[in-house]
């Protein structure tokens, strides 16, 4: 599927998806102890202009309908890096960081007010090894890697975040990390890692901005992703550096791909295959998201 983008008045489409999105938020059922442990998502995030693409929030909604709402909410943003480990303000309703340019004012006027996440920070520090503190940066809010898809899945805000820092790009530490924070989703935590299948941004053509072709670097990458998700390999999604096709094009910085380590690593089994909620392109970008 490609996205449609309708940015005539910005985020027309978000205020269109809102009439039934809201309702449906209200009626979903919160998470409870019977319910188990929550699966582990990877999502490919968007800009502000996820807020001009009614198709591509109402699958992110339905994603977020499709399972009991969560207690609270851990991500790990690839907006964000940042060692040692640290966490955003788990103060309730810390302004949003604005980490982007160039678009509509409408975009930089938006809010997210959260509740207080202060015990989820908590469970996070208490997870890490004695030896491993995590700092909370106060006055950091969520950046756009957090809210804009999260504005989408919980639009009624009303789901305490917190957000992790991303301290490496080492595949097997953020597998790693992952382990660490495993548990909390027996706890009614949703573990999400936010990039993007494919962000080769200086790469784009006009005619992938404007018709949405699609790259061969983008295609090839994605398939290989999925194959490999697919297939549960672990370590063969860890050798991207040295295996993956179009991977100097499709992320010539891998901030964007880092967070999926984090998502296997929160999953029971990092080698369960993956379930893709979420497929189709943006701009010739692949939008894959997936479930573990």
């Known amino acids: 599927m490609t996205s449609i983008f309708d940015p005539r008045v910005p985020a027309g489409a978000f205020d269109e998806f809102l009439v039934d999105a809201l309702p449906a938020a209200r009626e979903q059922r919160t998470w409870s102890d019977g319910d188990g442990a929550l699966p582990s998502l ?18 992110l909604h339905t994603w977020a309908l499709s ?28 302004p949003l960081v604005y980490d982007f ?6 975009y930089y006027e938006m809010t997210y007010e959260t509740p207080d996440a202060s015990d ?13 503190t995590v ?6 809010g969520l950046d756009h890697g957090a809210w804009v898809p999260l504005k989408v899945m919980y639009p009624l805000g009303d789901v305490p975040v917190l957000q992790l820092s991303l301290p490496t790009h080492d595949p097997h530490r953020l597998l790693d990390l992952g382990r660490r924070i495993r548990e909390l989703r027996a706890e009614g ?39 490999l998700l697919a297939a549960g390999d672990v370590e063969g999604l860890a050798r991207y550096a040295a295996d993956a096709p179009g991977l100097p094009y499709a992320h010539p910085t891998v901030e964007h791909l ?5 998502t296997l690593g929160a999953a029971d089994d990092p080698e369960t295959p993956a379930t893709t ?4 392109w943006m701009m010739g970008l692949s939008r894959r998201s997936f479930q573990v």
């Open 101 to 106: 340019g160039g678009f509509a004012r409408r």
């Open 189 to 227: 935590t949703l573990v999400i890692g936010s990039g993007f299948m494919t962000h080769g941004l200086p790469f784009l053509t006009r005619e992938s901005i404007a018709s949405g072709t699609v790259p061969g670097w983008s295609r090839d990458f994605d398939a290989w992703a999925a194959e």
């Open 277 to 280: 909620t979420v497929e189709g």
């Open 258 to 262: 880092s967070p999926l380590f984090v």
């Open 42 to 59: 990877y999502l490919s995030h968007g800009a502000p202009p996820l807020f001009d693409d009614g198709p591509w929030m109402r699958e």
């Open 120 to 132: 989820l920070a908590r469970r996070v520090a208490a997870a890490m090894p004695d030896r491993e």
């Open 67 to 94: 399972m009991p709402k969560p207690k609270d909410v851990l991500i790990v943003s690839a907006h964000w890096e940042s060692a040692p480990l640290s966490i955003s303000s788990s103060a309730a309703a810390t």
């Open 135 to 140: 700092h909370e940066h106060r006055s950091r």
